[in-house]
């Protein structure tokens, strides 16, 4: 049983396989949760242990094969993948090397993922021991994986509209969640519990910053310090429905808003103004980074102004200077322009976008145009 019907996994497949046959690639071998999942539908939490390497090789014609642990094979017989080869892990001495020396072996180029954001999660011995065998050229397939995600499928977009929901209708629930002299890491909690309440499944991202004239530190957990009277708390959520997330914040004042925090507050649904403008097909990421931060007094600190979403908290593409992609419609992205409100202080804004054939479609509820007073 997966999220999506075998005809979405097929599609996936067959997309791939084209853009390795331009490519003159022999198979892909993919070794993370995110491509592991696009390919075969593999949803677990299981990942978080890191003791296990997991292994799809996507071979230029048939289905995926699956390299896993005994323990995934029960579940991965559930997903559309019929050939699963796997070893009772963990075994110290061979950890799948030889199961996949054996697939790969004859292959002349095999894609891997070697730019952006990729990683291995394996040890660094068992795959130069694999390389060493099959004398294969290894070929970064990072642009091709980027080319697959970047556009949702419609079944996908169903799922990433609801989660966007999900959030949205956590955050209309803030009058009743926050409060002063409330202690920190209480707001946190009962957000989080809103937002299961709402029906997201899991909540593993949670940040944010509280604050008189906006906030510093957005990533420590929270603190039991409590609220205070003209404080901004910022809520940062990535929950999560059927494997796909929202990543969007919200703002707001306790009892009093300061004029500082006001006037950051107005810049930053200005510049979000100006990016929901922007963002059209056929606009770089590196025109709408410009286009957004023109509006907040220079260039964001932070690197960039928002980001690719899906699978992952953050996926590419970049809203940022260096980032050359060109949107497309069907992509889905943050908008997150962020603002110096003292030398210490800052304040952010964030929302979901689709990109369409015309103006975007905001997946979330769009933040109030003043600062919410609470």
Not at 233 to 252: E, H, I, K, S, V
């Amino acid at each position: 049983m997966t999220d999506f019907p075998v005809a979405e996994f097929e599609a996936r497949a067959e997309a791939a396989q084209r853009l390795m046959a331009q490519a003159r690639l022999d198979a892909l071998w993919l070794t993370t949760e995110a491509e592991v999942r696009y390919f075969t539908g593999f949803r677990t939490l299981f990942w978080q242990s890191p003791t296990r390497p997991w292994h799809v090789i996507l071979p230029a014609k048939g289905k995926p094969i699956a390299i896993i642990p005994g323990i995934g094979a029960e579940l991965m017989a559930a997903t559309p993948v019929d050939d699963i080869r796997s070893w009772p892990s963990p075994r110290g001495q061979d950890e799948g090397v030889s199961l996949l020396i054996e697939a790969l072996s004859g292959m002349d180029r095999i894609g891997v993922p070697m730019g952006a954001e990729a990683s291995l999660r394996q040890p660094l011995n068992d795959f130069n021991a694999v390389t060493a065998a099959i004398s294969a050229e290894l070929v970064d397939c990072t642009p091709l994986i980027q080319t697959l995600r970047f556009v949702k499928s419609e079944a996908e977009l169903a799922i990433i509209r609801k989660v966007c929901a999900i959030g949205s209708s956590a955050f209309a629930r803030a009058p009743d969640l926050f409060r002063v002299g409330q202690p920190l890491s209480d707001a946190f909690r009962a957000f989080k519990i809103a937002l299961l309440e709402e029906g997201a499944e899991d909540v593993p991202y949670l940040v944010g910053g509280v604050g008189p004239e906006g906030y510093g530190d957005v990533i420590s957990p929270p603190s039991d310090a409590p609220l205070a009277e003209g404080d901004v708390l910022m809520l940062d959520t990535g929950a999560t429905l059927q494997g796909y997330f929202c990543d969007f914040d919200r703002n707001f004042a306790l009892g009093r808003a300061l004029e500082p925090a006001k006037l950051a507050y107005a810049a930053l649904h200005r510049a979000t103004d100006a990016g929901l403008e922007a963002a059209r097909p056929g606009t770089t990421c590196a025109e709408l980074f410009h286009a957004v931060a023109a509006h907040l007094g220079g260039d964001s600190n932070v690197g960039r102004l928002g980001h690719g979403l899906g699978m992952q908290l953050t996926e590419w593409p970049s809203i940022a200077p260096f980032d050359q992609t060109v949107l497309k419609a069907g992509m889905v992205m943050t908008l997150e322009p962020s603002i110096a409100v003292t030398g210490t202080t800052m304040m952010v804004q964030e929302e979901n976008i689709l990109i369409t054939d015309g103006a975007p479609e905001l997946l979330t509820t769009r933040a109030a145009p003043e600062l919410p007073v609470i």
